[in-house]
């Protein structure tokens, strides 16, 4: 079982710079492949990013390549997307996922945990 709590959401305005973290409990975090998904209102959940175990893969969503960057720390137990250029189509609650079992990076039912969210906004 892990826990996760995603922190560094908030309201900026477009073109600015957020940086979420979402820290996980327990001391297998190395063994987990991470993704970031989002929700906007009136919309299904979205890959935004993903990383793997190691960090040494990366994967991004067309609509967020080049301007978020996944990353993590296995020795904080933490994975980090930092955010540039935002856009007002990026405003959603960003949800942290971590997978056990081995697969693809993009769909949201093939990970097992998931943080409660945090909430981005960008303003026009």
């Known amino acids: 079982q892990v826990q996760l709590v995603e922190s560094g959401g908030g309201l900026v305005q477009a073109g600015g710079s957020l940086r979420l973290s979402c820290a996980a409990s327990?001391?297998?975090?190395?063994?987990?492949?991470m993704g970031w998904f989002r929700q906007a209102p009136g919309k299904e959940r979205e890959f935004v990013a993903a990383i793997s175990r190691s960090g040494g893969s990366t994967y991004y969503a067309d609509s967020v390549n080049v301007r978020f960057t996944i990353s993590r720390d296995n020795v904080k137990n933490t994975v980090y997307m930092q955010m540039n250029n935002l856009k007002p189509e990026d405003t959603a609650v960003y949800y942290c996922?971590?997978?056990?079992?081995?697969?693809?990076?993009?769909?949201?039912?093939?990970?097992?945990?998931w943080g409660q969210g945090t909430q981005v906004t960008v303003s026009s």
């Open positions: 996922a971590a997978a056990v079992r081995s697969g693809s990076y993009y769909y949201a039912h093939l990970y097992e945990y």
């Open positions: 327990g001391r297998t975090f190395s063994t987990y492949r």
